[in-house]
């Protein structure tokens, strides 16, 4: 229930700051909304199709107050995007929580690189929103980092989650021509993360015949302990991943277009090679075992 320390000084400092932006309230009432969820599961342990119905309605609920992503030309594929997007997202963090300080670092440095992207576009309103999220996680982290004394639990992770999401549904200025594809391409970046440990352990379970909603130690940081790294050198692994991911999201947008699509496509075959590495580590005592 650690989860709570960051989430109260993130309002408080919020509030504090006196700033807004547009749909600012509509945000922080739908992450309080998952704080609730993740609160109610840390206290009685509601079945996952449970949460999953909160999370559905956090996103029914910013997207019914005209948040959503603008990736596509069709607007009902990208409500549909968007409920994936956040509701993957926020699962992502709750799974990414399995380590000390891991899910916490990376929130953090994900963070700081919105907070940036939006400082860079003029948009101080939301970079002040995300550099509080950002300072509180840090915060948090040198109590969470290992060996870790306290600990976010579902409430703390899902918020974060949901929060990180909704930072792509914030609209920002693009002048480019290739706006567009780097609207899509820079969230992704700075979740990639997330997404690479979610889409790992999923691929690899399936492949095993285990079924995706089942626990385990096999998710990209205990396979990089499995190989012989410290649980604190495979954290700080996933955090340089994070960080390479982040600035390679702030540059997409000042380079040219094939450059960048370049530099794309080049950085995900990397995390593919290294998740195909990854996912060949034995984890499994057998496809039924634990």
Known sequence: MGGGAFFIAVLISYFFAARSFPNANVLLLGSTWLFVVGLIDDLVRIRPYQKLVGQVLGAAWIISQG??????????????????????????????????????????IASLFFAGRFAWHGQLDQALFYGILAMALLAFLVYNFNPASIFMGDSGAMFI??????????????????????????????????????????????????????GGRDHSSHRLVA????????????????????????????IAFGLSAFLLAAYGLLLVGFGWFLGRVAVYASKTGN
């Open 161 to 214: 989650g949901f929060t990180l999401a909704s930072a792509a549904l914030l609209p920002i200025s693009q002048s480019d021509a290739d706006g567009n594809f780097v609207r899509i391409a820079a969230p992704i970046l700075m979740m990639s993360v997330p997404i690479f440990d979610t889409t790992l352990v999923t691929v690899c379970r399936i492949r095993n015949g285990r079924a995706v909603s089942q």
């Open 67 to 108: 948040m959503a992503l603008h990736w596509m030309d069709l607007p009902w594929l990208n409500v549909g995007l968007t409920f994936f997007w956040v509701v993957g997202i926020t699962n992502a963090f709750n799974l990414l929580d399995n380590m000390d300080g891991l899910a916490a670092g990376i929130a953090g």
């Open 227 to 254: 190989l012989g790294l410290s649980e604190r050198q495979a954290v700080l692994v996933l955090y340089s991943i994070a960080m390479i991911s982040g600035l390679l999201s702030l540059f997409l947008d000042q």
